[in-house]
């Protein structure tokens, strides 16, 4: 399991793969796979055909995001030591709105959700559920979900350094599009249907998990207050979500805005996508501002020896063996595909050629 997963596969495959092996030991009668944003813990894709319908969602992540109050809720079970959490091991679950509202009408008794965390940063989770009168989770099985766990959170982690390059015309130009307040599309600009169409998702439906997760955050907040995410597409490159609540039509909706992620916003992310330290990547961004060893030396107040050290063990992560094969590295795998290409956008703004 563990090698399978360790291949270089897109974070989609990956989910699939766990997803495909945990079944196999452990059955559910409603399951989903999703990829998390690790700084937000928002929704930014995943396998979905086998989870809760489209009708729950609304309210899932208002539990899950805004409320925050039931015993299992996400941020909870993030930073728990154990990865794996059991609904039922909560008495006072069953009586929650969580329960009450979500799992209870669809016949639901419990639900296992099993953490991809890898060090302190989650990269998603596996959502199991089992209906009234099917037998319930044993410490078995809740034994091979956290054996699981470790390896397909590496795996998901490593997929999003291996995705490869863009290598196609996708305008950067930012797109927005404002919802209802029941999340129902009101207006979207041509650029928006474009990032839109290039969103890779399981399912057909008419906002994706990612898009609606964000705007039911924004909702919880005041008006003008902006939420953000990255959002993972199939070329490689990252989608820079934000949404912020306003009024549609006399009552409350959200307004978003859909453009490529910029260098600055894939610093921290791609430096969490390689598993640095926080030692290391101090040291990997005054490496990328020009900094010699003798000035990062003296700035962190440590022996040019342990920078050395630190900086040789960075190399070997990323699979290169100098500063400048670094620097090299994080442009042509992260920052070339961000730049414009000289071409119209569907909003009639012009590329500047290169």
């Known amino acids: 399991m563990q090698k399978a997963l360790l291949h270089a596969m897109s974070p989609l495959a990956v989910l699939e793969a766990a997803s495909e092996a945990l079944l196999a030991a452990v059955p559910a009668d409603v399951w989903c796979a999703v990829m998390l944003d690790p700084a937000t813990l928002l929704d930014t894709g995943g396998i979905h055909r086998e989870g809760f319908p489209e009708g729950s969602m609304r309210r899932l992540f208002e539990l899950e995001h805004v409320q925050q109050d039931h015993p299992s809720h996400l941020r909870l079970v993030a930073v728990d030591r154990d990865r794996v959490n059991l609904l039922s091991r909560t008495p006072e679950a069953l009586t929650g709105a969580y329960y009450q509202d979500i799992l209870a009408p669809l016949g639901l008794a419990d639900e296992l959700r099993v953490v ?61 599009l404002t919802l209802g307040p029941s999340l129902d599309l009101h207006s979207s600009s041509p650029s928006a249907d474009r990032w839109l169409a290039e969103y890779q998702n399981d399912g057909d439906r008419p906002l994706p998990y990612a898009l609606q997760a964000l705007a039911v955050r924004a909702t919880g907040l005041p008006p003008g207050v ?3 995410s990255l959002v993972p597409i199939p070329s490689g490159r990252f989608m820079s979500l934000r949404a912020w609540s306003v009024p549609v039509g006399g009552t409350n909706g959200v307004a978003m805005s859909l453009a490529r992620g910029e260098p600055n916003h894939l610093v921290p992310l791609i430096l969490d996508i390689y598993g640095f330290s926080p030692a290391e990547r101090r040291i990997i961004e005054l490496v990328l501002h020009g900094r010699s060893i003798i000035q990062i030396s003296r700035q962190l107040e440590r022996s040019e020896h342990t920078i050395s050290k630190q900086l040789a063990n960075a190399y070997q992560r990323v699979g290169v063996n100098s500063r400048e094969e670094l620097m090299s590295a994080l442009f042509f795998r992260h920052y070339l595909p961000q730049f414009p290409r000289p071409d119209l956008t569907t909003d009639g703004r012009l590329f500047v050629a290169r």
Do not use: M, N, Y
């Open 226 to 228: 902006e939420v953000h």
């Open 116 to 176: 991809l965390r890898e060090r302190k940063r989650v990269w998603g989770l596996l959502v199991w559920c089992r209906a009234a009168g099917s037998p319930g989770f044993d410490s078995q099985e809740l034994d091979i979900a956290r054996a699981l766990a470790v390896p397909a959170a590496t795996a998901l982690r490593q997929s999003l350094v291996l995705a490869g390059i863009d290598t196609g015309e996708l305008p950067d130009a930012p797109g927005r």
